[in-house]
């Protein structure tokens, strides 16, 4: 790792945010930028104070590699392509969120982390793309910090705080700093970024109008609130203005009451009032995995809800986030986002990239699986020739795929072909040819080319036909997992038969369907 100053500060994002994050006076950190005439290091970072700048580097996935390291646009010429390649990749996503609606919440943790600058210029930067932006913050740690200096203790059940009047006062002081120090974070002018320049204007108001939860299992929650309705055209009439909208966890009543409310409620609510593009919820880092720790980056609201059964998760954030999740994809929003915070960037990873960082849960599919259109062809004929090219399917050329698009199904990811197959019916022997499946090497991991199978299977039945057949030089393995039994060339259909290519020596395998 160097240990040029000027460089590590930039990485960081300034003298005051590498500061806090190795526990340092920010002068102290600034003095390693003089000359040393100057009573400073000359621009190099004291030894001493390395191994905190590379732990703190880790947790915030900051590369510190060596400028020299860095292969620079001559060396390497294929840098400048990886941007252009990244570019051409994420414009797609900036065109398709311009005008959109989408509610981030956040938690207290998250304000009072010392990066949460970091979280700040990524939502500025939302802000500067034309996507409409409403924010709803926690108060969790800083409600905690109040109690435990008045000698209090709060008391949970069931994942609520019970609010009495004393705790009500301190849940108001919390919410007027931790707003505060939020709209003093979007004041910020930073420099060198896509925001420089521009002055965000933040709006918050009494737009929650709650009610009191009551007594459930005989707890009486007092202050602890419940969503009765949220002002929706109070916050489109803000959002018009390009406005931020700022949106603390507290409800009132008619009558003048003041309720404490949970943020992640309050996000739901927001979010299926005005009928938000997307919710996204930061977390605190309980990503959902599989049981070998790899992260689960979809799910229906059908599987977000088997997942949410599972007894590892209850008592947990991710449960309570999962909740929300769920309930909010039930009552309409499109696209729900599960985001670990703590990953720098992360929020602009999920956004505009395929691969996301985080989990989306939506009531249908994400990906598309449908008919092929004509505009589908370019995509197709991206995703086979590599395979043609190292003779795993047979040439089609464009004019080919053209005539044929009528018995072609994809399945498509924001705008890109994962998976393909053809479905070429021979009515008269009542069989049909499972045909050029093919399946994008990023999206192999899933099941989509057996998604697609059914798919196709499901269309023979409809059309008829009692068998499925399907010739193939080297995936016997995938298609006898899957019911397909081999058979001799007089097995298949007559004109099927005359047009067999020999030389190809490719095994044939059938499926029987049911009718």
Avoid at 494 to 505: A, S
Wanted: with cysteine.
């Amino acid at each position: 790792m160097t240990n040029d100053a000027p460089f590590i500060i930039a990485k960081f994002g300034g003298v005051n945010a590498l500061a806090q994050a190795i526990d340092k006076n920010p002068a102290t950190v600034y003095r390693w930028t003089y000359p040393k005439e100057k009573g400073g290091t000359g621009g190099l970072i004291p030894s001493a104070s390395l191994l905190k700048i590379q732990a703190a580097a880790n947790l915030l996935n900051i590369n510190l590699s060596r400028p020299t390291d860095t292969p620079s646009y001559e060396s390497d010429p294929s840098q400048p392509q990886q941007f252009v390649h990244w570019f051409r990749n994420s414009a797609p996503y900036i065109q398709a969120h311009r005008g959109k609606t989408f509610v981030i919440s956040f938690s207290g943790e998250a304000v009072r982390d010392p990066f949460f600058s970091n979280l700040i210029k990524d939502i500025s930067l939302l802000h500067s793309l034309g996507i409409k932006l409403i924010l709803v913050h926690g108060i969790r740690p800083q409600l905690e910090a109040r109690l435990t200096a008045k000698g209090q203790t709060g008391r949970l059940f069931k994942n609520l705080r019970v609010t009495d009047k004393d705790t009500l006062e301190l849940a108001k002081e919390s919410t007027g700093v931790v707003r505060a120090n939020i709209e003093a974070q979007l004041s910020v002018q930073f420099a060198n970024t896509a925001v420089t320049g521009t002055h965000i204007q933040v709006s918050s108001s009494n737009v929650i109008v709650a009610k009191p939860l009551g007594v459930i299992d005989g707890i009486d929650y007092q202050f602890t609130g419940d969503v009765r309705r949220v002002d929706s055209h109070a916050i489109k009439g803000q959002l018009s203005l390009n406005h931020i909208v700022l949106i603390s966890p507290l409800g009132y009543s008619p009558t003048g009451e003041a309720f404490n409310l949970r943020s992640e409620e309050v996000a739901t609510a927001i979010a299926t009032s005005i009928k938000a593009d997307k919710l996204i919820l930061m977390t605190e880092g309980n990503e959902l995995t599989t049981p070998d720790k790899t992260l689960i980056k979809q799910l229906t609201t059908h599987q977000a809800e088997s997942l949410r059964g599972m007894n590892k998760l209850i008592d947990s954030d991710s449960y309570l986030h999962l909740q929300e999740a769920i309930r909010a994809s039930k009552l309409g929003v499109e696209r729900v986002h599960l985001i670990n915070r703590k990953i720098n960037g992360g929020l602009q990873l999920e956004l505009f990239t395929r691969q996301g960082s985080g989990t989306l849960i939506s009531i249908q599919p994400f990906e598309d699986a449908r008919p092929a259109r004509i505009a589908d062809i370019q995509g197709i004929i991206e995703l086979i020739r590599p395979l043609e090219s190292r003779g795993l399917l047979t040439y089609r050329s464009a004019e080919t795929l053209e005539m044929d698009i009528d018995k072609f199904h994809v399945i498509e990811q924001d705008g890109l072909i994962t998976t393909c197959a053809a479905l070429y019916p021979y009515p008269e022997d009542a069989m049909g040819e499972l045909a050029c499946i093919a399946v994008h090497p990023d999206y192999r991991s899933g099941e989509r080319g057996k998604y697609l199978l059914q798919l196709i299977e499901k269309k023979a039945q409809a059309l008829g036909l009692a068998q499925l057949f399907v010739l193939t030089t080297k995936s016997s393995h995938w298609f006898t997992e899957r019911g397909f039994s081999p058979a001799p060339l007089s097995q298949l259909p007559n004109d099927k038969k005359q047009t067999y290519n020999q030389t190809r020596r490719s095994n044939i395998f059938i499926k029987n369907l049911a009718l």
